[in-house]
């Protein structure tokens, strides 16, 4: 039999089954053959990533992005650099501080590539200037103490003394401390920045109140041998 050719009528977007027989001089049929053909011109849709956190202290990420099941995807997180195969979750490696943005796009079975999806974020690792805490008395000789500190205006701080949970304080204040114990103490002011970024101070301080006890010792004369 003589191949032919010519046009089908397809789907733009879908399956199409395509049929073919051949027949000889004598005008026998063969069976039939099936070849199911698949078209798709649609691209996926551009990956999604996450919007938040855009400001972070982690300077080794994993981030994770989800895309049309199937489909391969690229990234590229250096500017200028070349997009390379990758997968969620996307790996940053350690990076310096300073603004990033990942990208991403991913091509479908059919070839066909999605616009890119992107996220940006800034890495800052560096804590805020330690609190200032002019307080510098070694001893209290009483059950109350004041504290007077200040740290960075527009950091989040938090102040505990000893053992406790620390808890909410302004920025630039004076703590009045009271019902203090016998003995030693540590009061401890934490300055965060909006990256998380934490710095201390601790004032160090002993609590004495007690007088000490009076003792009174009697001396006697020593016996004198008089001799005439």
């Avoid at 996450?50 to 049309?68: A, D, G, K, M, Y």
Wanted: glycine residues 6%.
């Amino acid at each position: 039999a003589t191949p032919a050719s010519g046009t089908l009528a397809l789907n733009i977007n879908g399956t199409n089954a395509v049929t073919a027989s051949a027949t000889d001089s004598i005008g026998g049929i063969s069976s039939t053959a099936t070849q199911t053909l698949t078209i798709d011109t649609t691209a996926p849709a551009a990956p999604t990533l996450p919007s938040t956190p855009t400001l972070t202290n982690l300077n080794n990420r994993q981030i994770v992005f989800s895309s049309e099941a199937g489909s391969t995807a690229q990234c590229l997180l250096i500017t200028g650099g070349t997009y390379l195969p990758c997968s969620s979750p996307y790996s940053t490696g350690v990076l310096t501080d300073g603004a990033y943005t990942l990208r991403v796009k991913v091509t479908d079975a059919a070839g066909n590539t999605s616009s890119i999806g992107s996220y940006t974020w800034t890495i800052d690792t560096l804590a805020p200037p330690v609190p200032n805490i002019s307080t510098t008395a070694a001893y209290q000789t009483s059950t109350s103490a004041t504290v007077n500190y200040t740290a960075t205006a527009g950091t989040t701080v938090t102040c505990k003394l000893d053992t406790n949970v620390a808890t909410s304080c302004t920025s630039a204040t004076t703590m009045s401390l009271t019902g203090l114990s016998q003995g030693s103490h540590s009061f401890i002011v934490y300055s965060a920045d909006a990256a998380g970024n934490v710095s201390s101070a601790t004032y160090s301080f002993t609590v004495d109140s007690i007088a000490p006890a009076l003792s009174l010792i009697h001396i006697s004369e020593p016996t004198r041998l008089l001799s005439i």
